[in-house]
């Protein structure tokens, strides 16, 4: 307890001698003196005692109003030579930690005054560390009020003046600023501030060359100037500054920044530390409302498309309950403008957009199918699986489409129906030739050219009236039938064709059950897979033709090892009048007519069919039809979901 500072105040001299004499000289305690309560006070200020031996006979004033004025900061002893009850209660009231009479011996004071200045320096020690608590806490408090707006609150500007406004608080600053990078013009501006007059925050663009700013901003690390005034570029005084980078995916974005401008108080390691998780807390603010935005830019994107778009939409959860109808599919089903949340079934009255989503439940692929509204018009709808949302169903206007497509289709009849009359008459002559007289050589192969064109024609025409009746719905006398009778008829057809080319036709149809269908149709299904199969494929090559029953359904596949297809044109070979344009089909003759008249024949059978292929390797076309049932059922409902193909 050596060194710690007494002051005695006492009005006897010799009193304050045999203090200092027997108890504060041999202790080692510091010592002032005072004779008075002026005295006293003048040396509180000065001296700064940490225990004071306070007589109770200062003559007329009155010494306990110096306990009274100072008995919670320091520790006091009360000498007294009255043995008067009142006057010792009344000072140990007044809050003295001893009252000793007079006389006592060196030993008495000498405990005394170590007791209460053991029990001094605890309490002292006590309310640093309670102050201590106490500012960790509201510190705490700040950053963890800000942590919690950073998730909760949207609101940028909110949030960021909030990091300012802690930063300034939690570092005992007298301003504080948080600037943002501009890349543009490489320059910091304002973005929040703290206390900063409004000369200040009007013209705070700090370019990045400002030796400050710039240090922050090339080590990424925080910046601390104190002691001579720092000047920035923008003519901003302080005498402290701490600048603190903004960092976003190893990029600095910004700067935070506190300093003094009136007090010399500089900055220290604990408020860097502050600092740095409010500018970390700053950078995720700002991270989430650049997210946000993005997202909501997105979203109102997307919301313009749906809204301005001429298709219909209709999209909904895995329970069949829409999620969204866009203005066009609102208008098309007659739905009110707010059907989200109903159920599908109850908002739409069309059986075919019914229809369609309940196929996407029972088979995960894209499906597609036309759509008569009862205004006369016809949409064509693609079903697709939104993965984690449910379905979605887009629905294009194709009737003016659908209108050329019957005019077309009725001119091409007419057309071909009056051109095969003359032609037939034209082949008949061309036969007839060699029958009216010798002809040369170069004759004969005049008419052998001019016969195989005129098979070219008819094949087209008889092609396009295929077409044309297949369309039209006629010749469709639907009778049970065996598919694999149909295809070793076919193939029987073929086999010479294959033959010629070195080809192995290959059967594998074993008996099936039956199915409803046409005979003649099917044959023309079966002999174009086959024909096609052969055509495509170069000499010496192999193509299977196999059957197997799936479920409710019969597949037949014919797979070669031709020249195969492009992914391109795979999904075109079925239109109309298309053929692949490559060298290796240049020299093959062909309508383009042939896997068109293949899809509508599958189609009037309420079957599919597909082709997987690859260039170079060969090609498979897959027919799947419905086979025979006991009780006739819609094939629309019918369950794909045995059949692994591909949409
Ligand atoms: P085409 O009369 O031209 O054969 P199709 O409609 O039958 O007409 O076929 C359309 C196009 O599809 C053909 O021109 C050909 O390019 C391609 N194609 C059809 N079948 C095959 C196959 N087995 N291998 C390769 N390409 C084929």
């Not at 408090?141 to 909030?162: P, Q």
């Not at 998780?277 to 997105?298: F, G, M, P, V």
């Not at 193939?491 to 039956?514: F, I, W, Y």
């Amino acid at each position: 307890m050596s060194g710690n500072r007494i002051l005695i105040v006492d009005s006897n001299i010799g009193a304050r001698n045999w203090i200092i004499e027997n108890v504060a000289r041999p202790a080692g305690y510091v010592i002032a003196e005072a004779t008075n309560l002026v005295e006293a006070r003048a040396q509180l200020a000065a001296f700064q005692p940490h225990l004071i031996v306070l007589a109770l006979g200062l003559g007329s004033e009155n010494a306990p109003r110096l306990l009274h004025d100072y008995e919670a900061a320091l520790p006091i002893i009360v000498t007294t030579m009255h043995r008067s009850a009142d006057e010792v209660c009344a000072a140990q009231q007044a809050g003295a930690g001893a009252v000793l009479i007079k006389p006592f011996e060196p030993e008495e004071l000498m405990q005394a005054i170590a007791r209460l200045l053991r029990s001094s320096h605890s309490t002292r020690d006590y309310n640093a560390l309670r102050q201590q608590v106490e500012q960790q806490a509201q510190e705490f408090n700040a950053v963890y009020t800000i942590g919690k707006n950073v998730t909760a609150a949207l609101d940028i500007e909110e949030i960021l003046s909030g990091v300012v406004s802690a930063a300034v608080h939690l570092t005992h600053s007298e301003e504080g600023s948080l600037m943002l990078l501009d890349h543009d013009t490489d320059q910091l501006f304002l973005c929040a501030h703290k206390n900063l007059d409004e000369t200040t925050t009007q013209r705070l663009r700090i370019r990045v060359t400002d030796p400050l700013m710039h240090r922050v901003l090339s080590s990424q690390r925080p910046v601390m100037q104190s002691g001579n005034v720092v000047k920035l570029q923008s003519a901003f005084l302080a005498k402290a500054i701490l600048a603190v980078p903004i960092m976003a995916d190893a990029q600095v974005i910004g700067v935070l920044n506190v300093d003094n401008k009136i007090a010399a108080r500089t900055f220290h390691e604990h408020d860097v530390h502050l600092m740095t998780i409010l500018s970390d807390y700053a950078a995720i603010a700002l991270e989430n409302a650049r997210l946000y935005a993005a997202k909501e830019n997105e979203r109102q994107r997307l919301e313009t498309i749906l809204r301005d778009t001429q298709d219909a939409v209709i999209v909904t959860d895995a329970k069949q309950r829409i999620v969204l109808a866009n203005p066009a599919a609102c208008s098309a089903f007659g739905l009110n403008t707010e059907p989200h949340g109903l159920p599908l079934s109850e908002a739409v009255d069309n059986r075919a957009v019914l229809d369609l989503f309940a196929q996407g439940r029972r088979h995960p692929h894209a499906w597609h199918t036309e759509i008569q509204l009862s205004d006369g018009r016809t949409l064509r709808g693609q079903l697709s699986h939104l993965s984690g949302v449910g379905f979605g169903v887009v629905m294009q206007d194709i009737s003016q489409l659908k209108e050329l497509d019957r005019i077309k289709s009725e001119f091409i009849s007419t057309a071909s129906h009056d051109l095969r009359t003359p032609l037939t008459s034209i082949r008949g002559y061309i036969g007839l030739l060699p029958r009216v007289g010798p002809l040369n050589e170069q004759q004969q192969d005049f008419v052998v050219r001019a016969d195989r064109s005129m098979n070219n024609i008819i094949e087209l025409i008889n092609d396009l009236l295929n077409i044309s009746r297949i369309e039209a719905g006629l010749d469709w006398e639907m009778l049970p039938l065996d598919l694999h009778k149909v295809i070793e008829d076919s193939a029987a057809g073929l086999q010479q064709s294959a033959a010629e080319k070195h080809q192995m036709l290959h059967l594998n149809v074993p008996d099936a059950s039956p199915l409803l269908g046409n005979v003649q149709r099917l044959k023309q299904v079966v002999d174009n897979l086959i024909g096609n199969a052969i055509k495509y494929t170069p000499e010496g090559g192999h193509i299977d033709v196999t059957l197997s029953e799936q479920g409710n359904f019969l597949m037949l596949r014919v797979r070669d090892t031709g020249i195969g297809i492009a992914p391109a044109d795979q999904s075109r070979i079925f239109e109309k009048f298309y053929r692949v344009q490559s060298d290796q089909t240049l020299t093959i003759s062909g309508t383009g007519l042939g896997l068109s008249i293949v899809q509508a024949i599958v189609e009037k059978h309420d079957g599919r069919v597909w082709v997987e292929s690859k260039e170079g390797h060969g090609s498979t076309f897959t027919v799947l039809l419905p086979t025979c049932q006991p009780v006739p059922i819609r094939v629309r409902q019918a369950d794909y979901s045995l059949l692994a193909s591909p949409a």
